[in-house]
């Protein structure tokens, strides 16, 4: 069945990286435009992060993470990838990853990332 599984989430001090995965099956990857999501501790809205297009070529960011995150896919391994620097406390959050069927959304379970000194 189609699946999207996050990794990569942890605890990181302020100005940290990391790197997030997002691992497809269940359809043809290459085919699909994919986007990254976050929701906050006590939020119910998830914030949009980033999108990639199908090729890869194309790419778009929330003014909040832009020139700190970069989004990248490898379409042979049927991920794509959220790469993360000079992370803040704020960044800290649930990140999920998406793509869209038509009409319908399709999610990962997340990851959770934490930015704490």
């Known amino acids: 069945q189609v699946q999207l599984v996050e990794s990569g989430g942890g605890s990181v001090q302020p100005g940290g990286s990391l790197r997030l995965s997002c691992a497809a099956s269940?359809?043809?990857?290459?085919?699909?435009?994919m986007s990254w999501y976050r929701q906050a501790p006590g939020k119910k809205e998830r914030e949009f992060i980033g999108?990639?297009?199908?090729?890869?070529?194309?790419?778009m960011f929330a003014d909040s993470v832009k020139g700190r995150f970069t989004i990248s896919r490898d379409n042979d391994k049927n991920t794509m990838y959220l790469q993360m620097n000079s992370l803040k406390p704020e960044d800290t959050a649930m990140y999920l990853c998406?793509?869209?069927?038509?009409?319908?959304?399709?999610w990962g379970q997340g990851t959770q990332v934490t930015v704490s000194s």
């Open positions: 269940g359809f043809t990857f290459r085919n699909f435009d």
């Open positions: 999108y990639i297009s199908s090729s890869g070529v194309s790419t």
């Open positions: 998406k793509t869209r069927f038509g009409f319908s959304s399709i």
